[in-house]
């Protein structure tokens, strides 16, 4: 079957229980304790290791004094690069997610970025671990790290592959003419800091060896990929390889690759001859398992006094490592966005010394969607026109990009529901015109889009005898909710309760689903639960029909309804029966379905995106310079909601990351050194609860079914992208004081004096 | 990484007695582990380097909030919780108050100690400046006896004190001269909780017949220890409050710290926010 047979509107059927806003289903595992992550799979002999990092960031290895280390009790191996067993490199294939990041590591004694792993010890215990770690010798041949993008600069060049699938230069109409053509220009540049993912679970492994076969228990995004990946690095069959991962605990893109602590685990392992369990400490999760890259952006906008835009130029550098390649794809969303003919892309890399940047929530909309956004604003004020009058001057009624009409967009909805919920008619529209108290208030607001990624995922759904139904595929639950939206979206095609469905997820055993990532999963392998749902409950008509004692013998397909466990007529309820007698009676335990969803989108006749509208209010206080967001609105167009619950706290957990990434977020990278100032928590601030106000958030009803056969567009990353703007541009307009380089920190705000 | 805990001696005296002896018997030798909530955060990370504790944590002579005719007195392990939670505390100290529920979050709040955050002696610390505003002083103990010493003389520089190796924190002593002080209390941070302060500001003052009686004013995070501004305050004392004595005062104040940029803020930031926040008390104070 293919996606397309599969398009009937979900919702005219079944129990009605997607888009009811459902307790998680596995809420009680993790209160209780219950829930397993990847590092609490208890195993006989278990053995544990821990990496040591570089504490230099560019030169080489000039050797180990190990003997101290070898002496505490209970050491097993200390693996380096003198005695690594050779691990393969892997090649890297976007389609597949990007599996593995590319370099393999303990092969040679260069050094890259501080923190990179040059050792791995295991023993016993992780105390002596740890012990024998710390008394590790190494000397070092140190050369001056490139640690500084501007100090760079002048080497900047031009990424080797696409940026998110496009030319890193590209050109629609002339943005020369179209420049020349304005009454009004803004030209400025932007900034957005590194930052790192920060999720509460560290990335963690548990590799357990049985001959030429490897079981990993891994944090991780992508299960399958990790499979890849360490079948590759060992030489070993796929199907030696299992990768289980039953619940990870937050990720935000830095589990969707499988970075080199994961090969180090299961080569640990096999040198001990022993299960091996390895977690990272947070502070090599600061150099080690990506960021999101450093931008410096240029945009210019030119606009009739009307506000049409005459042009768009969004260019500038991101930073990536020394040895490999990833660019922060920031001019994406502003090839698409807003109607223009005139338009100009262009992105370059500067290398430093530091591990590869990699995804984080929303690449390249969250940091480009603050430059555009910000400038938009700007536009705006030059203009004297309201902020959302402009964006609906200039709205995109087919997509500029492609020229493809959209499949659903209802940006307009956003905009105006969101105005009304957030009584942006308060606003005064002059910059520091408002006050409240002693506090500057300002009012402001940007748009949000993030694109439809689906990826063929396969799913398998069996009716038991009892009743009862197992959904089964390899997907992921960060933390998202899949296995509560896969629940309501199995319960709603076998018409069931919840509780007489069980999702199992999160193992390499079980049907192919690709990276829990670019905010995939639901509209993925939700599409193919659905799928698979109906095959079986096909499956199990036939058998009704096909039985001679069954009430429903010789029924018609299409006349049979499936509700509250029981098959019966469409017209006559009370001739039915229920799935238990239909499969005791054959003698069967179960009937199965399975499905794959393809998505033919090399022919796409839609340009797919989710939107929304996002509006934030802060007090300033003058003397300190201290920003705190007092009200947030977000109302957002997502295609079908499958819970309401799960699907705002998405938007909700997105809006606190702009927060976070607007106001305080900034890892810092020391340029003489090239260490990292704030690797700890304590340091690289995210808000804590009392930063983050009553987030009002509105889900627009919709049914996309181009976007996906459930009808769904995608959820986990869209809440970011404009939140960091409309913080910005609120945070201007009370105070007139545009910080054009995040995070907007007091001391940028305040410069010299008082805002009073 | 971790230090390796075998490494590590930590020893729980039965009584203060044995804790001073033992403290006498080595001299350097042991440290006071009260709440652990900056030692462990040492550990934690590998840095920290002494190696055998004294755990004081349940002695009974460093506990309790004793509330005496002219002062009252608290043990060096009354937790942040604790000061909000009394009642004297609240009427006639509200500064602290204000400090130990701005001190972390609710753990933090349960398990850290006042004691340990003065001999900690970071120049960021948020109770010091309000201790300071309160002319508090430190009982002193050790086999050689007992002292007792102005708040305000205990720290010498960046994380040195007038403090004998074998010597405990046991008391903090404040006079009860101060329940009338109009009081201020300011912490400024990135976020609203979990924060090391950029700048920390206490003060209290008292008027009278328009012009300022009393005046006491303590900053964090702008020096290599907290600071009394004493100039400042000689300054303001039976002023007047008008834009022009804010003025003077701000000038002076600002000769008086000496911030510097580091990874929380910068040296401009912290100078011109202690100044501000100076302006903002004499606003307050002159409008009660
Ligand atoms: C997450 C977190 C948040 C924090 N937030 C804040 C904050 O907002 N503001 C703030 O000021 N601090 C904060 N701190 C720091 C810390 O909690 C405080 O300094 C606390 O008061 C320390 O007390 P303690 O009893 O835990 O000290 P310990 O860690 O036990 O000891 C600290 C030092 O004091 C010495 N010491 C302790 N008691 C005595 C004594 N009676 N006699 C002699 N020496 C003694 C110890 O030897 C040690 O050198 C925070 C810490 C953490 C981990």
Redesign the interface.
């Known amino acids: 079957m293919s996606a397309k047979q599969n398009q009937r509107p979900a919702s005219k059927q079944g129990s009605g229980v997607v888009g009811q806003p459902l307790n998680r289903v596995d809420g009680r595992l993790k209160v209780t304790g219950g829930a397993r992550f990847a590092a609490e799979f208890p195993h006989d002999q278990m053995a544990y290791a821990?990496l040591i990092g570089s504490t230099i960031a560019n030169g080489r290895i000039k050797g180990f004094d190990t003997s101290a280390a070898k002496r505490v009790p209970g050491v097993l191996a200390i693996i380096t690069h003198e005695n690594a067993p050779k691990l393969r490199p892997v090649a890297t294939n976007p389609a597949e997610g990007d599996a593995a990041g590319r370099r393999v590591p303990l092969q040679s004694p260069v050094i890259y970025y501080h923190g990179q792993y040059i050792a791995v010890v295991v023993a016993e215990t992780l105390?002596q671990t740890?012990?024998a770690?710390?008394l590790v010798r190494v000397s070092y041949d140190e050369q001056p790290p490139a640690a500084d993008m501007e100090r760079e600069r002048g080497k900047a060049y031009p990424p080797k592959g696409k940026v998110a699938g496009k030319p890193a230069d590209t050109m629609r109409g002339n943005t020369d003419t179209g420049l020349a053509a304005a009454n009004v220009r803004v030209d400025e540049i932007y900034r957005t800091p590194t930052e790192h993912h920060n999720p509460m679970e560290p990335h963690a492994t548990i590799a357990v060896w049985d001959g030429d076969k490897l079981t990993i228990y891994d944090a991780t995004q992508y299960t399958y990929g990790v499979r890849h990946a360490m079948a590759t690095t060992f030489g070993v069959p796929e199907e030696n390889v299992r990768c289980i991962c039953k619940f990870t605990g937050g990720a935000f893109g830095c589990k969707g690759t499988v970075w080199s602590h994961v090969s180090l685990a299961a080569a640990a392992a096999r040198v001990a001859r022993r299960p091996v369990k390895l977690v990272t400490?947070r502070q090599q999760m600061f150099s080690n398992m990506g960021h999101r890259a450093e931008t410096e952006q240029h945009v210019v906008l030119g606009a009739t006094r009307a506000g049409k835009l005459t042009a768009i130029v969004h260019e500038g550098l991101s930073h990536t490592s020394t040895f490999d390649e990833y660019v922060e794809p920031f001019s994406k969303a502003t090839h698409m966005l807003y109607a223009c003919d005139n338009f100009k892309a262009s992105q370059r890399l500067v290398a430093l010394n530091v591990g590869t940047p990699t995804y984080m929530r929303a690449p390249g909309e969250t940091s480009g969607m603050f430059a555009l956004e910000s400038a938009l604003d700007e536009l705006a004020y030059k203009l004297n026109l309201d902020p959302i009058q402009l964006r609906l001057v200039n709205y995109a009624d087919t997509d500029p990009d492609t020229k493809l009409p959209w499949s659903t967009k209802l940006l307009k909805e956003c905009y105006r529901t969101g105005a009304e919920h957030f009584g942006w008619a308060r606003r005064k529209p002059a910059p520091r015109s408002m006050r409240d108290g002693r506090y500057l208030l300002g009012l402001g607001m940007a748009t949000a889009v993030y694109p439809v990624n689906h990826f063929p995922s396969s799913a398998r759904v069996r009716i038991q005898s009892d009743g009862s139904a197992i959904v089964e595929s390899s997907t992921h639950d960060l933390g998202t909710g899949t296995y509560t939206v896969l629940t309501q979206i199995a319960c709603e095609t076998l018409g069931l309760p919840p509780e007489r469905v069980e999702v199992i997820i999160g193992d390499t055993n079980l049907p192919k689903a690709m990276v829990s990532g670019g905010s995939s999963t639901v509209m993925s392998v939700g599409s193919s639960v659905q799928g698979a749902a109906r095959a079986a409950l096909a499956k199990l008509v036939e058998t009704a029909r096909a039985d001679t004692r069954s009430p429903l013998y010789g029924a018609s397909a299409d006349q049979i309804v499936a509700s509250d466990g029981r098959l019966a007529l469409k017209s006559n309820d009370a001739r039915g029966e229920t799935y238990r007698d239909t499969l005791a009676r054959a003698g069967m335990k179960e009937v199965e379905g399975s499905y794959d969803t393809e998505f033919n989108d090399k022919e796409k006749k839609f340009s797919s995106h989710a939107f929304g509208a996002q509006f934030a209010e802060v007090r300033v206080d003058p003397?300190?310079?201290?920003v705190?967001v007092t009200r947030f609105t977000g109302v957002f167009d997502i295609g079908r909601v499958m819970n309401m619950k799960t699907g705002q706290s998405q938007m909700k957990g997105g809006i606190i990351m702009g927060i976070g990434m607007a106001?305080?977020e900034e890892t810092?990278l020391d340029t003489n050194s090239g260490r990292l100032?704030?690797r700890d928590l304590?340091?690289y601030?995210v808000?804590?609860?009392?930063?983050v106000p009553q987030l009002d958030v509105v889900l627009l009803e919709n049914f996309d079914e181009h976007a996906s056969p459930i009808g769904a567009k995608g959820a986990g990353e869209i809440g970011i992208v404009g939140a960091a703007a409309a913080v910005a541009n609120a945070v201007y307009h009370a105070t007139g004081v545009r910080v054009r380089e995040l995070p907007i920190?007091?001391?940028k705000l305040?410069g010299?004096?008082?805002l009073a | 990484m971790r230090a390796y805990l075998p490494d590590y001696e930590l020893r729980a005296p039965r009584s203060l007695t044995d804790a001073l002896a033992l403290l006498a018997r080595e001299p350097g030798g042991w440290r006071a582990f009260a709440g652990g909530t900056d030692l462990m955060v040492l550990l934690e990370a590998g840095l920290l380097t002494h190696r055998k504790f004294l755990s004081i944590w349940h002695l009974p002579e460093l506990k309790g909030i004793e509330v005496a005719n002219d002062h009252v007195t608290l043990g060096a392990l009354t937790t942040y919780t604790e000061v909000q939670r009394d009642e004297t505390m609240r009427r006639e100290f509200p500064l602290l108050g204000a400090a130990a529920r701005e001190t972390g979050g609710i753990a933090i709040q349960n398990r850290g100690t006042l004691g340990g955050n003065i001999v900690n002696a970071s120049p960021a610390a948020d109770s010091p400046p309000a201790l300071l505003v309160y002319d508090a002083e430190l009982e002193l103990v050790s086999t050689r006896g007992t002292r007792l010493l102005p708040y305000r003389e205990f720290h010498t520089g960046y994380k040195q004190m007038n403090m004998q190796s074998d010597e405990l924190l046991t008391r903090i002593r404040l006079p009860r001269t101060t329940g009338d002080l109009k009081t201020y209390y300011r912490k400024v941070g990135t976020r609203k909780a979990q924060a090391i302060s950029k700048v920390c500001f206490a003060a209290g003052a008292r008027m009278n017949d328009g012009r300022i009686a009393d005046v006491r004013l303590a900053l964090g995070s702008v020096a290599p220890t907290v600071v009394r501004c004493t100039q400042t305050e000689e300054l303001l004392r039976n002023q007047t409050i008008d834009e022009a004595t804010t003025k003077a005062a701000r000038e002076m104040l600002m000769t008086e710290i000496t911030p510097i940029d580091d990874m929380r803020s910068t040296a401009d930031y912290r100078l011109n926010v202690a100044a501000n926040l100076l302006a903002d008390f004499l606003r307050q104070l002159k409008h009660t």
Do not use: I, S, Y
Request: hydrophobic fraction near 45%; aromatic fraction near 4%; charged fraction near 25%.
């Open positions: 821990v105390e740890q012990q770690a710390a400490t003397d300190f310079g201290e705190r106001l305080m810092v100032v704030n304590a340091e601030h808000p804590v609860h009392a930063d920190t007091l001391d305040l010299k004096g008082a």
